[in-house]
């Protein structure tokens, strides 16, 4: 069990570990050998001598607040979560500068948002997908590109937070996949008439059916994690806050 114990004096935190230095996941490449689990206990007694006499307080972990600038599976990377003690919340930014390094975790009085900074169609992969499947009847470069561009433009005229989100697609918290809706495939496949003609159009149709709901044809939106101090919220700042259930609580990570 992870126990997060706060400074209430000097508002720092320390991360309890029994098992310390468990990757947090299992596949993860890291273990670094020279960090111990006595060296963590030893490091629980600095944190205990530095902070003698002050009032120290235990911290839960918000379930499900946990997030990543990289892949879920990098060791180096900088996470936020969010933590409470009944009556605050706080955002414990988690990191390590350096892969045989140990975490460290750093106490910020406020709350983190994620905001939407692009959607965007994949038009490489989408490229690359075409190229690999018309071998047979190949695709000209500029109708490809003619595709990718009609295909941009119709994604510019749908606001993306209606669309739906594909979860198991991206292994990267910030980056979150859609699928085009009824109405996107409508204009989609109604414009590609005036691109392609005949068989061609047949195998572009089909093409879109196949690719829509799992494929190269998601649309890729890009997030950044917005950290905000309490002594400097204001109301216009939080925006796109993710929906994590704030209720449910636990002190495990
Ligand atoms: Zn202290």
């Given at each position: 069990?992870?126990?997060?114990?706060?400074?209430?004096?000097?508002?720092?935190?320390?991360?309890?570990?029994?098992?310390?230095?468990?990757?947090?996941?299992?596949?993860?490449?890291?273990?670094?050998?020279?960090?111990?689990?006595?060296?963590?206990?030893?490091?629980?007694?600095?944190?205990?001598?530095?902070?003698?006499?002050?009032?120290?307080?235990?911290?839960?972990?918000?379930?499900?607040?946990?997030?990543?600038?990289?892949?879920?599976?990098?060791?180096?990377?900088?996470?936020?979560?969010?933590?409470?003690?009944?009556?605050?919340?706080?955002?414990?930014?988690?990191?390590?500068?350096?892969?045989?390094?140990?975490?460290?975790?750093?106490?910020?009085?406020?709350?983190?948002?994620?905001?939407?900074?692009?959607?965007?169609?994949?038009?490489?992969?989408?490229?690359?997908?075409?190229?690999?499947?018309?071998?047979?009847?190949?695709?000209?470069?500029?109708?490809?590109?003619?595709?990718?561009?009609?295909?941009?433009?119709?994604?510019?005229?749908?606001?993306?937070?209606?669309?739906?989100?594909?979860?198991?697609?991206?292994?990267?918290?910030?980056?979150?996949?859609?699928?085009?809706?009824?109405?996107?495939?409508?204009?989609?496949?109604?414009?590609?008439?005036?691109?392609?003609?005949?068989?061609?159009?047949?195998?572009?149709?089909?093409?879109?059916h196949r690719h829509k709901d799992d494929g190269v044809l998601l649309l890729k939106a890009t997030f950044k994690i917005e950290v905000i101090e309490r002594a400097k919220?204001?109301?216009?700042?939080?925006?796109?806050?993710?929906?994590?259930?704030?209720?449910?609580?636990?002190?495990?990570?």
């Amino acid at each position: 069990m992870h126990q997060l114990v706060r400074c209430v004096r000097c508002n720092t935190v320390f991360m309890k570990t029994p098992f310390d230095q468990e990757p947090e996941y299992p596949l993860a490449p890291l273990s670094p050998r020279g960090v111990t689990e006595s060296t963590e206990r030893d490091d629980f007694k600095d944190f205990m001598r530095n902070h003698a006499g002050h009032p120290l307080e235990d911290l839960t972990v918000i379930e499900d607040s946990y997030v990543s600038d990289k892949d879920y599976i990098e060791p180096v990377k900088l996470s936020y979560f969010r933590a409470t003690n009944g009556k605050e919340n706080f955002v414990i930014k988690k990191f390590r500068e350096k892969i045989d390094e140990p975490l460290s975790y750093e106490l910020i009085a406020g709350d983190y948002s994620l905001k939407c900074m692009s959607v965007e169609v994949q038009a490489r992969e989408i490229e690359k997908q075409i190229a690999k499947e018309f071998t047979e009847r190949p695709i000209s470069k500029n109708k490809i590109d003619s595709f990718i561009r009609l295909f941009d433009h119709i994604l510019g005229t749908v606001v993306a937070r209606n669309l739906e989100r594909i979860a198991e697609e991206s292994s990267n918290p910030l980056e979150i996949y859609y699928k085009m809706d009824e109405l996107m495939l409508m204009h989609l496949l109604r414009n590609c008439r005036y691109i392609f003609k005949g068989q061609e159009y047949l195998d572009i149709e089909k093409f879109v059916h196949r690719h829509k709901d799992d494929g190269v044809l998601l649309l890729k939106a890009t997030f950044k994690i917005e950290v905000i101090e309490r002594a400097k919220t204001k109301n216009n700042v939080l925006v796109a806050t993710p929906s994590i259930e704030r209720e449910k609580v636990s002190g495990m990570m």
